[in-house]
């Protein structure tokens, strides 16, 4: 089983998605699409996406931020194409937002993934210094997994023994890979679940290849393991 959600970011058609898709698609776990996908291709034509992937995971990342009436008006019309994990931030606490969003997802067989820390360096101003009270705030709101940084492998690995002791069981899905610096692998290493990778991917001259040598180094790691 692939370790790879790919991240499908910037693309001129949706065409040009569907194209990389077919190549890589027997060797991935799955997808994440953001604003960058959606605003530029419209919401109805991923829908093509959603149809071409069969049972792939296809996470749509809006780094929610709301309260919870106006997240739950922005993720439904994402809910009717056919997507079924969303992505919201943590950091906008339980009452009055994560608590409605994550009530809506459950009854509509959905599911919630938190951003507990972020990739870039930013992150350390702020959320790093909050991060077990965004995982507790996850695990309020039933969280199916975190988003955790790869280029911070030390986050993922107290993100895991935290959610561990508190008996959590959760997924890490970990960004930071190939274009932002983290080896393919440290992630996992780490006690991520998934690592999401975008242009080490979708700006390689041989996607087919990138996936092939990254699903390698992650059986190495997860043997070492
Ligand atoms: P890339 O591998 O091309 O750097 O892409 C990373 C992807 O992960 C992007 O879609 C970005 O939105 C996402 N991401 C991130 O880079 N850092 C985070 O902290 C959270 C993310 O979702």
Not at 72 to 97: C, K, N, Q, S
Not at 130 to 144: Q, R, T
Not at 147 to 157: F, G, N, Q, S, W
């Amino acid at each position: 089983m692939s370790r790879i959600i790919v991240a499908l970011d910037r693309f001129d058609s949706i065409d040009e998605v569907l194209k990389l898709v077919d190549m890589v698609n027997a060797y991935v776990a799955g997808y994440k699409i953001g604003l960058p996908l959606i605003l530029r291709q419209g919401v109805a034509a991923t829908k093509k996406l959603v149809e071409r992937v069969g049972d792939k995971i296809l996470v749509v990342d809006m780094k929610l931020a709301d309260i919870g009436y106006i997240m739950i008006e922005t993720v439904r019309p994402l809910l009717e194409t056919g997507y079924r994990y969303f992505i919201a931030h943590g950091f906008i606490g339980y009452r009055g937002a994560l608590e409605e969003l994550s009530l809506f997802l459950r009854e509509n067989d959905a599911k919630l993934i938190v951003v507990a820390a972020m990739s870039h360096q930013g992150s350390q101003e702020i959320m790093d210094k909050h991060m077990y009270d965004i995982l507790d705030i996850g695990i309020e709101a039933d969280a199916w997994g975190y988003v955790l940084p790869a280029t911070r492998p030390e986050l993922i690995k107290k993100a895991r023994t935290y959610l561990d002791e508190k008996g959590y069981e959760a997924k890490i899905l970990s960004p930071g890979i190939g274009a932002q610096g983290a080896e393919p692998g440290s992630a996992l290493r780490s006690g991520a679940d998934y690592e999401i990778i975008g242009r080490m991917i979708t700006a390689s001259p041989n996607p087919l290849e990138a996936v092939t040598m990254i699903n390698k180094r992650h059986e190495e790691v997860l043997m070492e393991k």
